[in-house]
């Protein structure tokens, strides 16, 4: 009997001392909410990932009609997954993740990541469209990618099948940050794109590596600059393909005052078996111009593997290799300079008519 009743003092006593939120996984039970709703099947006691209770559970997203938005601060960093639907993280709202954790996004339905005026805080791996196809909309508030280089961190467009889409959105006032030197890479995510426009930002001092694994057939990546309002700062960037059927693209859209500046460190258009693309819209600019698409400390390559300019024509000056800038010259259509003829005679006539 001795026996026995000390066995059950200590059983109730271990189980006492047990720390809530034992790391274990968290699923989304589908359907619109709050993060911090009632909504990740977590019993006795309730909560949700990352607050007091489970400050260390996985929180696996993989509901097709999944729709959570975050518009507090998550107190504690947690490994989550937005593997399926929607997770938009809102003004007021934080979301962070801890390092030494991957986050990895896609399905086969498709993912979609919003950041519309939060925080959002990748400490170490982001495996972008890593299980299928992936959205990462940035149009206010920061995603903040905060890993060093090294170690297995990377920023990378990665898929499991060497297939699928992703797409990058830099828009509004929204800003893609990475100031720690951590690596962006491209391996075998089939289709992927950058895209900063409006006043987007991107800020990424590290190394970015535009070539594709070797071996998948029509891989596609693009950088692409929208409009003379964006800001764009990288580091060292290898702008070359890895196989002949592989493509790594820059593009420029202009508007009527021209379009933002690539600041980068090193441009290197050696490796691989060709150079990066160049395509430049300039159907939106009037007039003859002098625009600089590039400055760089040090270039390394002749030139891009080839040039497309539409709506006008023009050349390409590489500058001198050092401290310099890549600069199109640009010579309008002879329909655009019709058209601005055209709206400046009637700009005059009106002027006569008063």
């Not at 989304?28 to 977590?42: A, C, H, P, R, V």
């Not at 170690?151 to 940050?177: H, K, M, P, Q």
């Not at 933002?260 to 078996?273: E, R, V």
Request: with cysteine; hydrophobic share 40%; aromatic share 8%.
């Amino acid at each position: 009997m001795y026996r026995a009743t000390t066995f059950i003092v200590l059983t109730i006593a271990a189980t006492w001392l047990m720390p809530t939120g034992v790391a274990s996984a968290a699923f989304w039970q589908g359907g619109t909410g709050n993060w911090t709703d009632d909504n990740w099947g977590l019993d006795a006691p309730d909560g949700h990932p990352g607050d007091a209770n489970y400050p260390a559970e996985q929180a696996l997203i993989t509901a097709t009609n999944s729709n959570i938005t975050v518009n507090s601060v998550i107190p504690n960093a947690i490994n989550f997954q937005p593997r399926a639907g929607v997770l938009t993280v809102t003004t007021g709202g934080s979301l962070s993740a801890p390092a030494a954790v991957n986050v990895e996004t896609g399905s086969a339905t498709g993912s979609t990541l919003n950041v519309n005026g939060g925080t959002v805080n990748i400490a170490h791996g982001f495996g972008y469209g890593r299980h299928g196809d992936s959205d990462l909309n940035i149009s206010s508030g920061i995603f903040n990618y905060s890993a060093a280089s090294g170690g297995g961190r990377f920023f990378e467009f990665r898929n499991n099948s060497g297939a699928g889409v992703g797409t990058v959105d830099i828009t509004g006032s929204g800003s893609l940050i990475a100031t720690n030197g951590g690596t962006f890479r491209v391996t075998n995510l089939k289709t992927s794109s950058v895209h900063i426009t409006d006043s987007g930002t991107l800020n990424q001092t590290g190394d970015y590596d535009m070539a594709g694994t070797t071996g998948i057939s029509g891989l596609s990546h693009t950088i692409s600059v929208t409009g003379s309002a964006a800001s764009v700062t990288m580091g060292n960037v290898d702008a070359f393909a890895t196989d002949s059927d592989q493509d790594a693209v820059f593009s420029f859209v202009l508007d009527g005052s021209g379009v933002s500046t690539i600041n980068l460190n090193n441009l290197d258009l050696t490796g691989g078996d060709h150079a990066a693309d160049l395509v430049v819209d300039a159907n939106a600019f009037i007039g003859a111009a002098s625009i600089d698409l590039f400055s760089y400390t040090t270039l390394t390559g002749a030139a891009f593997n080839s040039v497309t300019i539409i709506g006008g024509s023009g050349t390409i000056d590489y500058g001198t290799g050092a401290n310099d800038t890549i600069t199109l010259t640009l010579i309008p259509e002879p329909a655009t300079l019709a058209m601005a003829s055209l709206g400046m005679a009637v700009l005059l006539s009106y002027r006569c008519a008063d």
